[in-house]
């Protein structure tokens, strides 16, 4: 535990201005961000004595070794530095707001030449228009049955929709009138764009004027005797109400707001958000947080609408946001959304009448989830920390194994050998920093060996990130660190791995930002028995660490095996622990299992355009697309080639090579028919194939 007096700045060195300040471990790390009106009280305030501190405010302060701050002009661009650099370094500390769940959106692709309506997910697409979040994807489709009646907009797949259009016939949609059926011209592009837009309109509120709208088409078709017409428009009238009833009006004055209510308690709150447009619910989603930073109802309520509106602009912030508290101060936070939107922003508490009654509503639903999640939690926390203690307990281990590491290696006898790391923290799955290795020493198989050498890669990673951050002070390559570390480079092991790694998420280099292996695990866990275990043994024992400790669980009979025993150690069937290693290892497995098949299936899609050096995917599309199929491609000239627009002499002479090198492929077959189809229809179709697959 760090004295704080030690890094204390001196009297005098914080400014007065508006600024963003961020503590740090002993390894660098960030673990607290924060921002003030003025830096000088607010970061005296955390240098008194500590009993006055709260309880949480003391552990971050003893847990740091330094702080920094940078001052900036206004309180806005505070608020905007501080959201950016919690994005940036995840800080242990600062409030983190986990989505209990991934909410479905409703979706118009307008940035397609004919926009389709569907269900999404995740990261918002530019050009996409959305609708929502739901609460469940069957409430949309719902909604759309009904809203297709009226708007016959594409929801077919692309693989559908230009399946259609070459057999000239359309999918069962369009046959019973739920689809305009763009896909064989029933309908031009405009048209069709036109329709999109009429659905985004109704679906943003504007429901009044196109419902008047129809009743007078309908009252003329009846007035002209058209009964048939005039019985389609009533019962589209009828379709589009029932839409509308599926969000009852909650504000009478078509008001577009956001309500945000807190359920807390001193441990966990509860956020729960409607959305509202139009004066209908459009919208609801709901977050769970550890408050492990001392904050009220009103810090919360900050750094909720930095969640929600962080990466959102234009439209997507509404004109009204109502709290239960606000932010203080509240004018800085209402500018900041103000500026995402490009108009005024009010935030602020109902008072009176149906915004206050939606909001005791929205209150109701943050208390019911924080109920939910506080049951689930506490039966989880009490198995995974029973778990964990088991596991102490019997591999005699000083501590229970907080951070728990895994490796399986996978291969096809022999071929495309490859190996995983999967972790656990306390007891879950941190799936931001798996890793995945390709065994590089040598050819064939050989499991003991290959365990050998990714333990060994994975833990001389670390001590070289320890060496890079200075936390052993500069060691020449190949010489021991202290306590007998080394700290060797491996350029034969680690060539060209980081492109097999995804972006990962955790470990912190000097600046703190993630890097890759700085935290080491109290527990590595091997897929195997005796040998494999002996070999993840050997390689700590090279690299001089010894406060790992190692286990391996065999799958005949899980047995847990522990270097230099001659006997397992046999945990009950029933216990947690046994339960908690099977779940590792088996994670471990699939995750090197997919790896391994990925790249075999990977290797059996290859085509001869794709072993030419230096040519990357969207050139050979580009020359695929310009000779329409391999045959011509395969016939052309160098000249014909470089005609490729970013195709040079060079590359058009090695892809004309390859191709003369590489023998054609043999003729597809229609299976229905026997008939042979004509290889440049076949070779354009696998081409495309190919470039999808990838």
Known sequence: MADPSSYRPKPGQIPES?????????????????????????????????????PRTRTMVTTAASVEWTMVSTEVEA????????????????????????????????????????????????????????GHAWAIRETVDLML?????????????????QIGRPCLLGYIGKCSAPCVGRVTAEEHRRLAEEFCDFMAGRTGT??????????????????????RLRDDIGALRRAMEKNAVVLADATDADLIAIAEDELEAAV?????????????????????????????????????????????????????????????????????????VDLRIPQRGDKKDLMATVARNAQQALALHKTKRASDLTTRSRALEEIAEALELDSAPL??????ISHLQGEDVVASMVVFEDGLARKSEYRRFQIKSFAGQDDVRAMHEVVGRRFRRYLQEKTDTGEWGPAPEGDAAPNGHS???????????????????????????????????????????????????????????????????????????????????????SSEGLYLLQRVRDEAHRFAITYQRGKRAKSMKAGPLDTVPGLGESRRQALLKHFGSLKRLRAATVEQICEVP??????????????????????????????????????????ATRGTDR
């Open 18 to 54: 508006p600024g963003v300040y961020k503590f740090r471990d002993e390894h660098g790390r960030v673990i607290y961000v924060g921002k003030a009106k003025s830096l000088r009280p607010r970061l005296s305030s955390y240098f008194q004595d500590l009993a006055n501190l709260h």
């Open 403 to 408: 951070r728990i590491e895994c490796f399986d």
């Open 646 to 687: 970013g195709v040079g002499r060079k590359t058009a002479e090695t892809v004309a090579a390859a191709l003369a090198m590489a023998a054609p492929a043999a003729p597809a077959v229609n299976t229905a028919t026997g008939e042979i189809i004509e290889d440049e229809a076949a070779s354009a179709v696998s081409s």
């Open 210 to 231: 196109y419902l008047r709208r129809l009743e007078e088409r309908m009252q003329e078709a009846a007035e002209e005797m058209e009964y048939e017409k005039a019985a």
């Open 487 to 573: 700290v060797e480079s491996e350029e034969s092991a680690e060539s060209g791995e980081s492109a097999e790694f995804a972006a990962p998420a955790g470990p912190i280099d000097e600046s703190g930002r993630p890097k890759r292996f700085a935290y080491p695990p109290q527990l590595v866990v091997v897929d195997g028995g005796r040998p494999q275990v002996a070999a993840a043994q050997r390689a700590l024992d090279e690299l001089g660490i010894d406060d790992v400790a190692v286990c391996g669980l065999a799958k005949r009979l899980e047995e847990v095996w522990l270097p230099g025993e001659e006997d397992p150690v046999v945990l009950p069937r």
């Open 272 to 344: 729960q958000i409607f959305h509202v447009r139009g004066g209908r619910v459009r919208g609801q989603r709901g977050w769970v947080t550890d408050k492990v930073e001392a904050v009220d109802t009103a810090g919360l309520v900050e750094h909720a609408l930095q969640q929600l509106y962080g990466e959102e602009k234009g439209d997507a912030v509404p004109k009204e946001v109502l709290v239960p508290a606000l932010p203080e101060p509240a004018e800085p936070v209402a500018q900041w959304l103000s500026d995402r939107r490009g108009s005024r």
């Open 149 to 165: 009646r009226v708007f016959p907009v594409r929801t077919c797949s692309a693989g559908v929709f230009k399946r259609s259009a």
């Open 79 to 134: 608020l905007q530095l501080e959201y950016s650099w919690i994005k940036e370094f995840d800080p242990r500390f600062n409030v983190k707001y986990r989505d209990d769940k991934s909410y479905p959106s409703l979706a118009v692709t307008l940035n397609e030449e004919f926009p389709r309506v569907q269900v999404m997910r995740g990261p918002k697409k530019k050009g996409v228009r959305y609708f929502g979040p739901y």
